[in-house]
């Protein structure tokens, strides 16, 4: 068998659901077994794994964004890290649509990393390794979709049957195994009276006594008690609750089907009218009077929503509070005073300021930083740093001696490999001892190389700093002449990454504490 090429080979692990019924069985654990595998093939190639991405057991294989370890498995090829990975299948790799799999494919293909299977190496610079391995991934897709057909099938029936399908209750329930298939819910005896406390508050008779869902939870809050996940509540969470059929003793599903959207998150799309609602089997906590109360009262105090896809404000997304670290929002106030920036979270003591204020003061901070910046740029006129000759020759001189030593560590190596036939070693210190003379054989190559990368940085530097003083220039200059608030906040998000404001005196009539507010500014450098 040919070796692979000489560099650093890393594993990715992923369960697949198969893998999980195969275990709840009582079949051996499937990472275990995968190592044996991708350890024999690394010996096979006579490779060294040095490090292993190793997803969560319950960590969902439809979407990248769902599996972090992909993500930063691919984070670490794009930036050409690998040589190559090993996997037991190339479709551990990516289930996903036809976007997450041409993300995995361009990849590995961009940065001509290998993909290393027991059954075939795959060369993404190769025509036919390119076409075998987007094969494989169209398999793993449609297997995957049979999958899904299926297991939604079952879902849809145990909805109709009055089952309760979630994996997590709703608060004020706990989830209780069916004598048969399934599962239903019971009342959770500490969260369901809050639940009824809820209700009772918001839909009091007296319309003078009610309790808005802000009001509601600050109340709670202040009671300090703590939501499913032990966290605060937010008026997110008392309209979900309000809103949620299933206190009157209903079942739903598909009421707001999850799409995925372009940046691979999943959404709720706009309600239709043709998701599945049945009596369930469980007791209700709320009577349907006053859950009906509850509806018309919301609707009576909702609002219009913003037109979709409009800025209005500015500074969005760029100000963030310093205390809580929320972003804070743009608060109109119509004629009556001029707009605020306010921090939205409840319980934050971050006190607001009027919008025309942070913007000026926003400003005049990158005016500063500009000319901070300027001057420190003219200190530091480009020029062409000579490589120290000495130092070089050391370089070049170490580089001999190393190459035996290379020799003797990939001897070493091989004798680890045999070793753990020999069960001598362990899996766990086959891997610490390959990791360690991997690590060696790495410090010897990057100190060669160090030299060559100090003098391509520094010309990265110089060009980096040419290309900021100008478009921060241009967005102070024509920023005040622009009257569109979406193209401003484009302006300015292109040369800031974001700024922090806090503010811990109030008083809007005095005119000292209009002003006295804290922004820190950090300015959008090139990443080099």
Known sequence: ????????????????????????????????????ILIELSKRYGITITEIYSEKPATSGERISERPEMIRLLEDVENEQWTGILVVEVERLARGDTMDQGIVANAFKYSNTLIVTPMRVYDPQNSDDEEYFEFGLFMSRREFKTTTRRLQGGRVDGVRDGR??????PYGYQRVKLPGKGWSLEPNTDQAPIVRL???LYTDPDPEKRMGTARLAKHLNTMGVPTARNSKWTVATINGLLRNPVYIGRVRWGSRPLIKRRDGKSRPRKPRDQWVEVVGMHPPLIDEATFDLAQNIMQDHGHTPAPRGKI???????????????PMVLRPYGDKNPSSIICPSQDCPNVSSYFHIIEERLLQSLREWLKSYKAQWKDKQPKTKRTDQMKLKAHEEMLKSLRKKFDDLNNQKNEAHNLLELKVYSIEV?????????????????TIAQAEKEIELEQ?????????????????????KTDDPGKKNAMLKSVVEQATYRKERGGRWNPEAINQFTLVLYPKLPKI
Do not use: W
């Open 460 to 480: 990265k530097r110089i060009a980096a700093r040419v290309e900021t003083i100008p478009k921060v220039e241009h967005v102070i200059e024509v920023y005040q």
């Open 312 to 326: 209005s404000n500015p500074l969005a997304g760029l100000i963030r509070c310093d205390i809580c670290g929320g």
């Open 164 to 169: 309760y399908v979630g994996n997590t209750p």
């Open 430 to 446: 086959f891997m610490e001892r390959s990791q360690s003379l991997a690590k060696q054989i790495d410090e010897i190559r990057e």
């Open 1 to 36: 068998m040919s070796r692979l090429p000489y560099g650093k080979y890393a594993a990715y692990l992923r369960k697949s659901r198969i893998d999980l019924e195969a275990e709840a069985r009582g079949e051996e654990d499937t990472y275990k077994r995968h190592m044996r």
């Open 198 to 200: 809820i209700f009772s």
